[in-house]
Structures are given as C-alpha cells and as structure tokens.
C-alpha cells in the first residue's frame, strides 16, 4: 500500500502519539519527531492531509462513563483535537512546511473553518492539511472523521497510526497474549469480527463503502509514518484483499 509521487494520503494520528515519555499532555520531542516525519512525506511529493485525536488530553467517551453529558464530553474532546492540532501545526512549520489547520469547529481565531472545496484546494498546491475538531458532532469518533476526510479528499489510502500495536490482531493484544496478527483482513472480516481496538464499525463501514484502503501500523518506531506511507511492508492492510494472518497463507 505505498504511495506514490502524486498521491494524496490521510493520516491519522492517536492523541496517544503526542505523549511521547510522558502520560498526560504533549511531548515536544514527540511532536518534533512526527513532524519531521511528515516533512520526509511531503518531501516525496505526496499531497499530505492529517486527522489527530484528542486522548492524550481529554476522553469524551471515557468522561461521559463518569457522569458528564455525552454531547459535552464528546465537544470537549474536539477542543482537545484543536490544540493538538495547533501544537503539531507550529512544528510542521518549524520543519519548513506551509499549514494549514481546518476545523469542524468554529473557531476562528486560530483556524479555518472546514470547506471541503478550500481544503482539497489547499492539498493540491502542497500544503499539509490538519483536520480538528473531528466532525464537528458528537457521539463521532475521530477514527470515523479521519475515515470521513479521506473519503472527501480522494485520499488513495488511509494511514491509521496506533500506540501500542502495529495492526490488527484476531483479538485485543493488550488483553488476549494469543492474538495472532494479520497481515491483510477485507473489510468484512474486520467488521464481522468487530475489532474495536483497530477503529469504529462506522469508520470500516464508510472506507468499504468508498473502496479507501486501510494501513494500521505503530506509530512509535523510528521513521514509522514514512516506513508507513512510502516505505515497505508494515503493519496490517484492511481493504478489498485476501485476509491473511501473519506468516501464513490465507486463512479466508
């Protein structure tokens, strides 16, 4: 699944990315290393749009499990993926790359609303786009936002970066020591075998519909969106293909 010169990409990136060393907040170190990497993309001449979570700084779902209203919860986190996204905009220009932020948000004073037209036109004169503030509903995840932007930007693939796991696996590999990684799975499978620690039904739903091919790969490895996105053979591709656990030959 890699791209080519000319290619436009989505990238996601989990709030838990930013954190780096660190459990709660953002890591300058880690931010300057993703950014570095996504300049190593532009480089390739590949049309780059980033989608960013929040969790690092606010869990809508996980608040609203306390007791706050879920739509609240849900706006808040959409604000945390606005300063995330502010955060990792200053260091992508700090790399030498020109930004722009777009939010499903208003929010003015520091970025653009989001206008599909405006933010397809910006990819194509070699900006990075950053996609905050999700969709801009609740009770959407930013898995679903990034499946979404792809989808409107005529992305050739989704690249879904995780914290803690370089793919999909047969079953949680933080709570089941057996899971067995795939190497490829077809939308159906993952869907049917709903592997909520990959991303959303929703978000599966919405790439099957629209033929966008998934990359779920760790984030945490030196170079790893490159590696990802024009480098080799790296975590798990969820699409139209054959699937196939890791090491084996096809298994459906």
């Not at 950014?35 to 390739?44: L, P």
């Not at 005529?154 to 949680?172: E, P, Q």
Request: glycine share 12%; proline share 3%.
């Amino acid at each position: 699944m890699n791209a080519q010169a000319g290619d436009r990409v989505l990238i996601k990136l989990s709030g838990e990315s930013l954190l780096g060393e660190r459990t709660y907040g953002i890591d300058p170190d880690a931010i300057r290393r993703l950014a570095t990497q996504i300049r190593k993309v532009r480089e390739a001449d590949i049309e780059t749009g980033l989608v960013v979570g929040g969790g690092n700084l606010f869990r809508g779902r996980a608040a609203a499990e306390t007791g706050m209203d879920r739509a609240t919860a849900d706006y808040a986190g959409m604000l945390a993926t606005v300063i995330n996204g502010l955060t990792l905009q200053d260091a992508l220009e700090a790399e030498g790359l020109e930004v722009r932020t777009l939010s499903a948000l208003t929010v003015s004073q520091v970025a653009e609303p989001y206008i599909r037209r405006r933010a397809r036109r910006h990819l194509e004169k070699g900006r990075v786009v950053l996609f905050v503030a999700g969709t801009g509903n609740p009770y959407v995840t930013t898995d679903t936002a990034a499946a979404l932007r792809g989808v409107e930007m005529g992305a050739s693939g989704l690249y879904m970066g995780k914290s803690g796991t370089n793919g999909v696996y047969t079953s949680d590999p933080q709570t089941d020591p057996n899971a067995q990684r795939y190497e490829s799975i077809s939308y159906r499978d993952a869907i049917g075998q709903n592997l909520g620690h990959v991303m959303d039904t929703a978000a599966l739903s919405l790439c099957e519909e629209n033929d966008l091919p998934i990359l779920v790969f760790d984030i945490a490895p030196a170079d790893a969106i490159v590696q990802a996105v024009v480098g080799g053979a790296v975590g798990t591709v969820v699409g139209a293909v054959e699937t196939r656990l890791a090491g084996d030959p096809a298994v459906s």
